[in-house]
């Protein structure tokens, strides 16, 4: 199995981490940053990719794998059949673009998702509470979200 770690540190004031990226590859691997403007990318099947701070990313490939962020204006991106992304910060974009993956966001943030039930259609929707409700996973079917 190959497990590999990369990491960099761009600049810092105060303490306070400005830029930060961690970049893993292999099944199982998980990335987490901590900081404004942080980024954790992963690739390998079962992987999580994980962040929190202002602007955000957290991208993650493979089966099965998870990109969570937190704070506003912030992103988390999987590409892997039924794989996970989850926002908790207004403003952000929680989007999965695998087959059978699942979303899930905040309110005022933007659910993305690929829908594989009859061809490929991408599907997007503002989580307004009303509609489309905060905290609760959705999987795309048939043209429409339907909570999962």
């Given at each position: 199995?190959?497990?590999?770690?990369?990491?960099?540190?761009?600049?810092?004031?105060?303490?306070?981490?400005?830029?930060?990226?961690?970049?893993t590859i292999g099944d199982e691997a998980d990335a987490t940053t901590v900081g404004r403007d942080s980024h954790a990318i992963t690739a390998g099947n079962y992987s999580h990719a994980t962040t929190y701070?202002?602007?955000?990313?957290?991208?993650?490939?493979?089966?099965e794998s998870?990109?969570?962020?937190?704070?506003?204006?912030?992103?988390?991106v999987t590409t892997g059949d039924?794989?996970?992304s989850l926002v908790s910060g207004k403003d952000s974009i929680a989007c999965a673009l695998g087959k059978d993956s699942t979303v899930s966001g905040a309110l005022g943030s933007w659910l993305v998702i690929a829908d594989w039930s009859n061809?490929?259609?991408?599907?997007?929707?503002?989580?307004?509470?009303k509609n489309i409700?905060?905290?609760?996973?959705?999987k795309a079917e048939n043209g429409k979200f339907i909570k999962n």
């Open positions: 199995m190959l497990n590999r770690h990369i990491g960099t540190i761009k600049g810092s004031r105060c303490g306070v981490t400005t830029k930060f990226s961690v970049a701070g202002l602007h955000s990313n957290a991208i993650a490939t493979g089966k998870c990109a969570i962020t937190s704070q506003d204006k912030s992103h988390a039924d794989a996970s061809g490929l259609r991408i599907l997007s929707a503002k989580v307004d509470g409700m905060p905290d609760t996973w959705y």
